[in-house]
């Protein structure tokens, strides 16, 4: 069979310029609403691989859904199209303040965010094929699946793009939803005004408009209704809240207690946080004979560094940390440079904003004391700087009689993790001496310091200290029964086995 000729170009003209457009428009909208749900289910829940593999699954499912859903509709395909687009733009534009209202309000969250993005994704797979259908007599066959698709492709690419390099650091999330949900109305108003004489309805174009105008009230009071709904997920009031490339940087304050939040984590308590850094540095360090240069990794809060500056015998200390937000709010904001007594604006100090996997790779310099103050490894992102690839290249910057000290989470609440980080660090060929510490805000909590060398039990610490003291020290290397050590398998790169320890031993103690 013969396919029909293309139109001339006095027939394809305004409208089918407007679906191609729309083609485009629509692939970038639907990516994005996709991103969102993901990476609020990641903020909100952790596990970054898990919850974007399910998103991503679910989603797919939905927008197949849709696509077999669009054959039952046989007539008005103009006015259908335009309802579509009215919806995706409603529950699009509507995904973030909708997840993270529901996150603080409901305990069945999860049922919230899969049914949300069930819902998302079969509207949006109802466009293509509506799409495919209202074109099909101005293109040949072959010419209309391969300019829709490929549009649809690159809407796909734009979003991809987007999303990390400019809307979750520039825009947020919150507002992101909105804007996207605004650009699908905006086609749903276009297609009003194109295709009027063919749908005839005023009334699709008064729906479009008054969506259109909920959700540009939406994008301008997007950092109130963040804000809002932050106060839901925090006990205490809300003093700064930021969005960079990385992460979500929370600051809350009550009756002078100050604590910093990631993704909805807690990072320290002012309270108490000379508790944690004291015991995270100062076991290690006092073991070094002359840690005259030193290394930080993570820990851009510059309140390990604090602890590092009060040995004079320290000259120099690199602070290597991945958000240079975090590092900047911390040097350059008074109050919360002022709980790290101004460490990172020291003449001692350089601050590094880099990814310290790769950075160790790519620099050859050794230390005689470094400090590993990463969170938690509660997904593969961050499992990967606490396996035996990581450990042996932080091997390789250790000098003959250095000491890198490891944040390790807790041996109480995570008993296997914990244990699966020492038993890494073995590993490589680096002995390994754990402890722990009691900390209000978190609980009994894990530490690990390796070196080339079995360490001797400190017996000195600089004078202005407010916990740990030798006889105290000495405690720490102590394990109850309840913590002890239990048969773990290493923390490889291939395998990530850590990640689901620490999960499994989160989720127990939550109960």
Known sequence: MDHPPAAPVGLIGAKTRAL???????????????????????YLLGDSVTQFSTIIGV??????????????VERDLIARFIEIEILVGVVGG?????????????????VVLYAWVLATGVLVGLEIPFLLRILKDQFPLRDLVSTVLSLDYLGALAASLLFPLWLVPRVGLMRSSFVFGVLNLVVAVWMCHVFRHEHRRPRLTVQAWAALVLLLAGAVYADDLMERSERQLYADPVILSRTSTYQRIV??????????????????SSRDEYRYHEALVHPGLAAVA?????????????LAVREILKDNRVEQVTLVDLDPLVTELFTAHEALAALNDHALRSPRVTV????????????????????VDFPDPSNYSLGKLYTTTFYRRLAAHLTAGGVVAIQSTSPLAAREAFWCIVATVRDVGLHAAPYHAAIPSFGEWGFVLASREPLQAPDRFPAALRYLTPAIARSLFEFPADMDAVP??????????LVQYHTDGWSRYAR
């Open 20 to 42: 191609l457009i729309a083609a485009f428009t629509v692939a970038t909208c639907g990516l994005i609403y996709e991103l969102l749900a993901g990476t609020i289910a990641s």
């Open 59 to 72: 989603y797919l499912f939905a927008m197949g859904v849709g696509s077999y859903l669009s054959r039952y």
């Open 94 to 110: 509507l995904s973030s303040p909708v997840l993270f209202f529901a996150f603080g309000a409901i305990s069945a969250f999860r």
């Open 251 to 268: 600051l809350t304050q009550a009756n002078g207690d100050v604590r910093l939040f990631l993704n909805g984590n807690l990072q320290f």
């Open 290 to 302: 002359a840690p005259r240069r030193a290394l930080v990794l993570g820990g851009g809060d510059g």
């Open 352 to 371: 590094v904003n880099a990814d310290a996997f790769v950075w160790l790779e790519e620099h050859a310099d050794r230390y005689d004391f470094i400090v």
């Open 488 to 497: 773990v398998e290493v923390n490889r790169l291939n395998n990530q086995i």
